[in-house]
C-alpha cells in the first residue's frame, strides 16, 4: 500500500473520533480484562505453585490424610523403610490468630528431617536467641511475608489459638527459604503436637526415596502400610488436585473477559460497517480511480488492525494497571478465597501481553472483515450515484438462526472437558450467533406488525425499520448480545442469591451460633466448652457442628465429613432422597451434588469413609445441595460420627434459645465465658448476611463485566446512529422542507432508536434466559456442582430494559443533533 | 544452595556440640543434670549403656584397618547423646529430650584426607536412639552395640562405608580415679570415663566403591558427663595409643584461650595389666612439626613429643607421628565443627611401640561455635 493511501485509510480513523475512541476502548477493555485476569492468576498460580514445591521440597512421594491427621507411627513404619532415603514428618496447622483477622500456615517439623527433604523450611534462630530455640516449645520461626503481615520481629509474641485457648510464641527467628510471597511459620513439631493438642498426630510425610528406587514400584509396596484414609501422592499429583479446584473459577473469569473483547470486535464492526457505508462514494472513486478491490479490502484491513494495535496496547497497559490494583485490594484469588495465604507479586509478562495485543489486533482486523469484503465488492458505477444505498446485507438468516439454537441446544447436552464446561460456553456462544442471526427476520416480523400506526412520526420511524433493516440491525446486535449477557448473569445471580439464602435458612437453623474459628483453622470446641455455652441463661439446646477434611482416594482431592444432627426431613437441603428413611444394616450418609458429579456416587450406593483410621461403611440416603464446598461433602448424624469416630471435638456450636430469650445477651453471656479474643458468636441473621455479602462480593468482577457489556452496547447504538443521522443529512433536509421542525425530527430519531433497541432488548432478553439456562443447568453445575433454582428477576430486568430503550432513545436523538443543525436548504443540495 | 540448608542445620547441631562441651550453658548450670561425682563405681556391663539423666555421653571407637593388600587406613566412629533438657514433660514420640549424633570417618592415605559423614536426630526408636544397660546407639543404619562378648559397629557415607566387630582382648581401663575423670582443677569438672582398648577388628570397608575385607586394632572409648569444659577453655588435645606390647596408654590435656595447658592427665596401662593414672604434672605434650590447613586456615601440631614423667618410674620420651598429615575433620557444612582427628603412630626412641588415633579440638576457633 503507498503512503497515500495508507493515510487515506488511516485518516478517516482521525475523520470519526466519537466511534474510533469507542472501540478502542471496547478492544482495550476486553483485552485488559482477559489479560488482567490472567496475570493475576498466573502469580497467584506461580506462588501457590512454588508453595507446594517448597513443602515438597525435594521429596519423592507425599504420605497425606485427613486434616485432622493420622497416627504418626505411619512415620516410624515409613522412615524405616528400605525405599526411603529420607522421611520429613510435618504437622501443618491453619492457626487462629486471636485478636487478629487472618490465620497462619504453621508447620511443624523436625529440623533434623528438613535439610535432607525441604531444606527451604529451615528455621534459622536470630542473633541472640539460644541455639536449640528451634527445639524448644513456645518458639516459632515467621517466613518474611508473614513477618511483614503480622508486623512482628524476632523478641516479639505471637498470640495463636488452639481449642478456645490462647497461646503464646516467640518470634525467634526466620525462614530466610521461603521466599518472599509464602506467608507461614515453622516451629518444632512435638511443641506444635502439644501446643495444638494433636498428640499422636501428623498431617504430611515427605519421602526421598533410597538411589535407585523407582517412585512407582516404592508406591505401590508402601501404600500397603497406609491406613484408610491416608494417601501415596507423587508432589505433581497434590498439586494438580488442588490447583484443579480454582481452575472452573479461572476459566469463568477468562470467558468474561473472552465476552469482553468479543463485544469489542463486535463494535469494531459495527462502526466499520457504518464508516464504510457512509464512505461508498470514497472507495468507488478510489476504485474509479484504479484501486485494486484487493487494496481497497487490505485498507479497511489495515484499518481495523490499527485499531486493534492500539486498543491492544493500551489494554496491556491497563490489564497491568488492573492486576497491580486487584493485588492491592482483594489478593490473587480475586476474592474467591483459593490462595489464602500468598503474597503473589505482580510482573511484566512478555509473552502473554503479546498475546494479548496479538488478540486485540485480531478482533480489529476480524471486525473489519465483513464490511472490507462488502466494501471491496461494490460496483464503482452504481456506488457512486446512489450514494444513499444501504450496503448493508440484512436478509433474515433463520435457517442460520436455528442451526446454531439447535448447535446450542446439542451443545448444552455434553459433559464438562477436564472439570470446564467447553461445550456449555460453546452453547452461549450459538445462542448468542442465533439471536444476532435472528435480529434481521424478526425485524422485519415487527415491522409488517407495526404498518397499521397512524401517526406520521410513528410511521415514518416504522417505515425506516422496514425500508432499512441493516442499519438498524447493526444497532440492534450489539444490544442483543450485550443484553442477553447481562440478563444472563442478572437470572443467573439472582436464581443463585434466592437458592443461597434458601440453603442458608435450611443449614442455619438455629438462632445463634458460635464459632472457635473457621473449621480449617487450630481453634475447635470440646465438650467441655460445649456443655459450658449449653449451661447458660437462655439457652434450651446446643447442636455441636464438626468438620473434618478426609481422603477417599488417591485420584482426587479431599472432601468435607460434616457431622450434625441429622435426624428430621428439613435437617439438609435435599434435593433427592429421605432423612428419615427405614434403618438399613449400615449407619446413613448424604452426600453433595458435587459427590454424585465427581465420585459417581448416587442414593442407595454404599460409601466407606475413613474415620479415626478405619474405614466405616455408609448407606448414601440421599443428595443435599452444598454451596460452600465445590470439591464435595458427605454429612452424618453428629452422634452416629461421635460413635464411630471417637471424635467429640465439635467445629461450630447451634445455639437454640429458650422462648424470650435475648440473642444478643445470650452471645455476650459466651462470649464472656469463653474469651472475646477466641471465640465469635453470631445470630443466624448475621451469618446469612455475610454469607451473602461475600456471595456478593465474589460475584462484584461479574457486575463489573457486565456494566462494560451494557456500556458497549449502548455505545454501538450511539456510533450506529450518530453514522446513520449523518449518512441521512438530506434526509433531514427534505423533512425540514416539508414542515417538520428539528424537534420533531429529534423525536423521529429518539422513535427510530428506540424501535431498533426495544428489538434487540427484546431477542437480547429471549437470547439471555436461554443462556441463563444453559449458565445454571450446564455451566455451574459442571463447573461447581451444585445446582439452583431458576428464578427471573422480572421486575429489575422490565426496568432494565426500559433504561436501555430509553438511553438508545437518547442516545439517537443526541447523536443526530449536529446532522440537524445544517441549513435545510444545505442538506438538500449537498449530494447533488 | 545445598551449602546454604547444610549451614542452618549447623545452627542446631553445633548447639548440641555447644552442650557436649559442655561450656555454654554454664551460667545456667541445671540443677537436675546429675553431678559427675568421684567414687561412684563403673559396673560392666551395666554402665556399658546409656546414661540419659547425664548431659552428654559418647561412645567413641577408633582404630587401624589393614586390607588383603596390607594397605593401612585409620577409622572412627562417634555416637553422641545429649540430654536437650527440652520438651521433657511433652507426651510426644518427636519430643526432642534426648539427640543423638554421629560422625564416622575414614583416613584413607591414598585420597590424602579424611572421608566422613555426620548424622543427627532426635531420639525416637525405634528410629533412632540408645540403650540403657548395654552399649547400643543408632541413627537410622549407623549403629553400636554390645552383644555380650564384642561390639559392633557401622556407619556409611557417601564416600565410604563399614561394618565392624570388635571382639575385646584386654579389660576396660578405668580411667582418673577409677573411672572419675578430672578435665579442670575445679572438680566440677569432670566425667565419668573408661576406655576398652586392644579391641581386635575386623569386617568390611568400602572405599573407592570397593568392599574390602579388613582387620586391625581399635580402642573405644565411653565417657559420659554434665559439664566437662571448663570457661576459659578452648580445646583439648587426646591421645588413645594401642601398645604393641599389649599395653595401652590414654592421655589429654586442655589448654586454655592462649593455647597454654590448663589440665591434663592420662592411663597407662602396662603389658601385664597394671596401670596408673597419670596426674597433670606426670605428663607434657611438646608440640613437633606443625601443619595448616588450607581449608580452614587451623594450624596443627601433627607430630608432636610426649614425655611421660610417672612418680616412682623411669621417665619416658615419646614421639607421635600422623598416618598422614591432612586428618582434618572439616564439618562446617554440618555440624560445623572443625577438629583434627587421626590415625598416629607411638615412637619410642625410633621405634613403633603402638598405633592410635590422636584427636586435637579448638585449633580453628574455640569448640562452642
Not at chain 1, 478517516?12 to 477493555?29: D, G, H
Not at chain 1, 425485524?443 to 425499520?465: I, K, P, S
Not at chain 1, 479474643?677 to 461479574?702: C, H, M, Q, W
Request: neutral net charge; aromatic residues 6%; glycine residues 10%.
Amino acid at each position: 500500500m503507498s503512503a497515500a493511501l495508507r493515510r487515506l485509510f488511516l485518516a478517516s480513523l482521525r475523520r470519526r473520533p466519537l466511534a474510533t475512541a469507542l472501540s478502542l476502548a471496547a478492544i482495550a477493555l476486553g483485552v485488559a480484562l482477559g489479560l488482567a485476569v490472567q496475570l493475576i492468576h498466573d502469580a497467584a498460580l506461580d506462588e501457590f505453585g512454588r508453595g507446594l514445591r517448597l513443602l515438597a521440597g525435594e521429596s519423592d512421594l507425599q504420605v497425606l490424610g485427613p486434616r485432622g491427621g493420622f497416627d504418626d507411627a505411619l512415620y516410624l513404619a515409613l522412615a524405616a523403610r528400605p525405599e526411603v532415603a529420607e522421611a520429613s514428618p510435618l504437622l501443618e496447622v491453619q492457626a487462629r490468630l486471636p485478636g487478629r483477622d487472618g490465620s497462619l500456615r504453621i508447620l511443624g517439623a523436625d529440623i533434623f528431617r528438613l535439610p535432607g527433604v525441604q531444606p527451604a523450611l529451615l528455621p534459622v534462630p536470630a542473633e541472640g536467641v539460644g541455639q536449640f530455640a528451634a527445639l524448644e516449645a513456645g518458639r516459632i520461626f515467621l517466613s518474611a511475608a508473614a513477618s511483614a503481615e503480622l508486623g512482628l520481629a524476632p523478641g516479639n509474641v505471637l498470640a495463636v489459638q488452639s481449642g478456645v485457648v490462647e497461646h503464646a510464641l516467640t518470634v525467634s527467628g526466620g525462614v530466610p527459604g521461603a521466599g518472599a510471597g509464602q506467608a507461614l511459620g515453622v516451629m518444632d513439631i512435638a511443641a506444635a503436637q502439644q501446643l495444638f493438642d494433636r498428640p499422636g498426630l501428623l498431617t504430611r510425610i515427605d519421602l526421598r526415596l533410597a538411589p535407585g528406587v523407582a517412585r512407582e514400584e516404592a508406591r505401590r509396596s508402601l501404600a500397603a502400610l497406609l491406613p484408610p484414609g491416608v494417601e501415596l501422592l507423587a508432589p505433581e499429583a497434590a498439586a494438580a488436585q488442588v490447583a484443579g479446584l480454582s481452575r472452573a473459577y479461572r476459566v469463568n473469569l477468562g470467558m468474561l473477559a473472552a465476552i469482553a473483547l468479543l463485544t469489542g470486535a463486535f463494535l469494531v464492526f459495527s462502526t466499520q460497517m457504518l464508516a464504510v457505508a457512509r464512505r461508498r462514494q470514497e472507495f468507488a472513486f478510489l476504485r474509479a480511480l484504479g484501486l485494486e478491490r484487493s487494496g481497497l479490502k487490505r485498507g479497511l484491513l489495515a484499518e481495523g488492525a490499527a485499531l486493534g494495535l492500539l486498543g491492544g496496547l493500551g489494554g496491556v497497559a491497563l490489564g497491568h494497571g488492573l492486576a497491580a490494583l486487584a493485588f492491592r485490594l482483594v489478593g490473587g484469588d480475586l476474592g474467591a478465597g483459593f490462595f489464602e495465604g500468598l503474597r503473589p507479586a505482580l510482573r511484566f509478562e512478555p509473552l502473554p501481553a503479546l498475546a494479548y495485543a496479538a488478540l486485540g489486533v485480531a478482533a480489529g482486523v476480524a471486525g473489519s472483515w465483513v464490511p472490507a469484503r462488502d466494501a471491496a465488492a461494490l460496483v464503482p458505477a452504481r456506488a457512486l450515484r446512489a450514494a444513499d444505498e444501504a450496503g448493508l446485507d440484512a436478509r433474515p438468516r433463520w435457517v442460520a438462526a436455528f442451526s446454531c439454537a439447535l448447535a446450542a441446544a446439542v451443545l448444552s447436552r455434553l459433559p464438562a472437558l477436564g472439570g470446564v464446561p467447553v461445550a456449555g460456553y460453546a452453547a452461549v456462544a450459538c445462542i448468542l450467533a442465533a439471536a444476532v442471526l435472528a435480529l434481521p427476520g424478526v425485524t422485519a416480523a415487527v415491522a409488517r406488525v407495526l404498518a397499521r400506526g397512524r401517526a406520521v412520526l410513528w410511521r415514518l420511524a416504522h417505515a425506516r425499520l422496514a425500508a432499512a433493516p441493516g442499519q438498524t440491525v447493526v444497532a440492534g446486535a450489539a444490544v442483543v448480545a450485550s443484553v442477553a449477557l447481562a440478563a444472563a448473569m442478572a437470572i443467573m445471580v439472582n436464581s443463585f442469591r434466592l437458592s443461597l439464602d434458601d440453603w442458608l435458612a435450611r443449614m442455619l437453623p438455629a438462632d445463634l451460633y458460635l464459632q472457635a474459628s473457621s473449621s480449617a483453622a487450630s481453634g475447635y470446641l470440646d465438650e467441655d466448652t460445649v456443655a459450658a455455652v449449653a449451661a447458660l441463661p437462655g439457652v434450651a439446646a446446643v447442636e455441636p457442628i464438626r468438620f473434618e477434611q478426609i481422603r477417599l482416594d488417591g485420584q482426587r482431592a479431599p472432601v468435607t465429613l460434616l457431622a450434625r444432627t441429622i435426624r428430621a426431613e428439613g435437617d439438609l437441603p435435599l434435593v433427592e432422597g429421605h432423612i428419615a428413611v427405614p434403618p438399613d444394616d449400615l449407619p446413613q450418609a448424604w452426600i453433595s451434588e458435587a459427590m454424585v458429579d465427581l465420585f459417581g456416587l448416587a442414593t442407595g450406593d454404599e460409601l466407606a469413609v475413613p474415620m479415626a483410621g478405619r474405614l466405616q461403611r455408609f448407606r448414601v440416603a440421599g443428595v443435599w445441595r452444598d454451596y460452600a464446598r465445590q470439591h464435595g461433602a458427605v454429612a452424618v448424624d453428629l452422634a452416629v460420627y461421635q460413635a464411630l469416630g471417637g471424635d467429640h471435638r465439635a467445629n461450630d456450636l447451634a445455639i437454640r434459645l429458650r422462648p424470650g430469650a435475648d440473642p444478643a445477651a445470650v452471645a455476650q453471656a459466651a462470649v464472656a465465658a469463653l474469651g472475646e479474643r477466641t471465640v465469635r458468636v453470631a445470630t443466624t441473621g448475621e451469618v446469612r448476611a455475610r454469607s451473602l455479602e461475600i456471595f456478593d462480593r465474589s460475584f462484584l468482577v461479574t457486575y463489573l463485566m457486565e456494566a462494560a457489556a451494557v456500556l458497549i452496547g449502548l455505545a454501538g447504538i450511539a456510533t450506529s446512529f450518530a453514522a446513520l443521522a449523518t449518512a441521512r443529512r438530506r434526509e433531514f433536509g427534505m423533512l425540514r422542507h416539508l414542515g417538520f421542525t428539528r424537534g420533531e425530527i429529534g423525536r423521529l430519531l429518539a422513535l427510530e432508536g428506540a424501535l431498533a433497541a426495544a428489538l434487540g432488548v427484546a431477542v437480547g432478553l429471549a437470547a439471555g434466559a436461554a443462556v441463563a439456562w444453559v449458565l445454571v443447568e450446564v455451566v455451574n453445575r459442571q463447573s461447581f456442582h451444585w445446582s439452583m433454582d431458576m428464578s427471573v428477576p422480572a421486575g429489575g430486568l422490565a426496568l432494565f430494559a426500559a433504561v436501555l430503550v430509553a438511553l438508545a432513545a437518547l442516545a439517537a436523538r443526541l447523536a443526530g443533533a449536529h446532522a440537524m443543525r445544517r441549513p435545510a436548504v444545505l442538506a438538500v443540495r449537498e449530494d447533488w | 544452595m545445598a551449602a546454604r540448608w547444610i549451614r542452618r542445620l549447623a545452627a542446631v547441631a553445633c548447639a548440641a556440640f555447644a552442650l557436649l562441651a559442655g561450656g555454654t550453658f554454664a551460667d545456667e548450670l541445671p540443677a537436675d543434670y546429675p553431678p559427675v561425682l568421684p567414687g561412684r563405681a563403673i559396673e560392666f556391663p551395666a554402665d556399658t549403656g546409656a546414661h540419659p539423666a547425664f548431659r552428654t555421653e559418647w561412645w567413641y571407637v577408633t582404630g587401624w584397618l589393614a586390607d588383603g593388600e596390607g594397605i593401612e587406613r585409620g577409622f572412627q566412629i562417634t555416637f553422641f547423646r545429649v540430654r536437650t533438657r527440652i520438651g521433657e514433660g511433652n507426651p510426644s514420640r518427636f519430643a526432642p529430650r534426648q539427640l543423638v549424633l554421629a560422625h564416622a570417618a575414614v583416613a584413607d592415605p591414598k585420597a590424602g584426607r579424611l572421608l566422613h559423614a555426620e548424622r543427627a536426630a532426635r531420639a525416637l526408636p525405634p528410629l533412632v536412639g540408645f540403650e540403657t544397660g548395654r552399649t547400643h546407639a543408632w541413627v537410622g543404619d549407623w549403629s553400636i552395640a554390645w552383644e555380650g562378648d564384642h561390639y559392633l559397629a557401622r556407619a556409611a557415607g557417601e564416600d565410604f562405608a563399614f561394618d565392624l566387630r570388635f571382639d575385646p582382648t584386654a579389660a576396660p581401663m578405668l580411667n582418673g580415679e577409677a573411672g572419675f575423670s578430672r578435665k579442670d582443677a575445679d572438680p566440677r569438672h569432670a566425667s565419668h570415663y573408661y576406655s576398652r582398648p586392644q579391641l581386635a577388628a575386623r569386617g568390611t570397608l568400602r572405599v573407592d566403591g570397593q568392599d574390602r575385607e579388613v582387620s586391625g586394632r581399635a580402642w573405644l572409648d565411653h565417657e559420659w558427663s554434665s559439664e566437662l569444659m571448663p570457661e576459659g577453655v578452648r580445646g583439648w588435645d587426646w591421645l588413645g595409643i594401642n601398645l604393641h606390647d599389649g599395653g595401652a596408654l590414654m592421655a589429654f590435656r586442655m589448654r586454655d584461650e592462649q593455647g597454654e595447658p590448663r589440665w591434663a592427665g592420662g592411663t597407662l596401662r602396662a603389658a601385664d595389666g597394671s596401670q596408673r593414672s597419670l596426674a597433670p604434672q606426670e605428663l607434657r605434650f611438646t608440640p613437633l612439626r606443625r601443619w595448616r590447613s588450607s581449608r580452614t586456615g587451623a594450624d596443627y601440631a601433627v607430630t608432636w613429643r610426649l614425655e611421660l614423667n610417672p612418680a616412682g618410674a623411669a621417665p619416658r620420651t615419646l614421639e607421635i607421628q600422623p598416618l598422614m598429615d591432612d586428618q582434618e575433620l572439616d564439618s562446617r557444612r554440618s555440624t560445623g565443627a572443625v577438629y583434627w582427628e587421626g590415625a598416629v603412630r607411638l615412637l619410642e626412641g625410633g621405634r613403633e611401640i603402638g598405633r592410635g588415633y590422636l584427636e586435637m579440638t579448638g585449633y580453628a576457633e574455640r569448640l562452642r561455635m
